[in-house]
């Protein structure tokens, strides 16, 4: 699923999978967020998440600034290049996972598959060593 889901960003917006998490996460926040609230989110640690930040930064999709809570801290925002690439990938990722997840389920098991991603979803919440995302 991953595969193809990084194959068919890459062909249609040049985005990375892992572009792609990082901007969802920051294009529903204009103030930004902290690298560590970030990681939380999406559930990467740290290290990995600097590193692909600084690739992101390098191509102008997101930049990091001072955070207005907290002057000792910076956050990490959406340029509009990167809010650009979001809404231009969007569509086509969205048609994909349509395509890939639940197109090939007849009706009668949409609602049972729902159902279960979301007890798994509140399990692994639940269950896992990650922090906290931010709410």
Same mark, same amino acid.
Do not use: C, K
């Given at each position: $699923?991953? =595969?193809?889901?990084?194959?068919?960003?890459?062909? &249609?917006?040049?985005?990375?999978?892992?572009? =792609?998490?990082?901007? %969802?996460?920051?294009?529903?926040?204009?103030? /930004? $967020?902290?690298?560590? &609230?970030?990681?939380?989110?999406? /559930?990467?640690?740290?290290?990995?998440?600097?590193?692909?930040?600084?690739? $992101?930064? +390098?191509?102008?999709?997101? +930049?990091?600034?001072?955070?207005?809570?907290?002057?000792?801290?910076?956050?990490? %925002?959406?340029?509009?290049? /990167?809010?650009? @690439?979001?809404? +231009?990938? @969007?569509?086509? *990722?969205?048609?994909?996972?349509? @395509?890939?997840?639940?197109?090939?389920?007849?009706?009668?098991?949409? /609602?049972?598959?729902?159902?279960?991603?979301?007890?798994? *979803?509140?399990?692994?919440? *639940?269950?896992?060593?990650?922090?906290?995302?931010?709410?």
């Amino acid at each position: $699923m991953n =595969y193809e889901m990084n194959r068919q960003l890459q062909a &249609d917006s040049g985005l990375s999978l892992a572009d =792609y998490d990082v901007l %969802v996460a920051l294009s529903d926040n204009d103030a /930004g $967020m902290r690298v560590s &609230d970030l990681a939380a989110q999406i /559930g990467w640690e740290r290290s990995r998440l600097s590193h692909q930040l600084r690739r $992101m930064e +390098e191509r102008g999709l997101t +930049e990091r600034r001072p955070s207005v809570e907290d002057g000792r801290t910076s956050n990490v %925002v959406l340029t509009a290049n /990167g809010r650009r @690439a979001i809404t +231009e990938a @969007a569509p086509g *990722h969205v048609d994909l996972v349509r @395509a890939l997840f639940f197109d090939p389920l007849p009706d009668n098991l949409l /609602g049972p598959f729902t159902a279960a991603l979301e007890h798994i *979803h509140v399990n692994l919440d *639940h269950n896992s060593s990650l922090p906290p995302a931010p709410s």
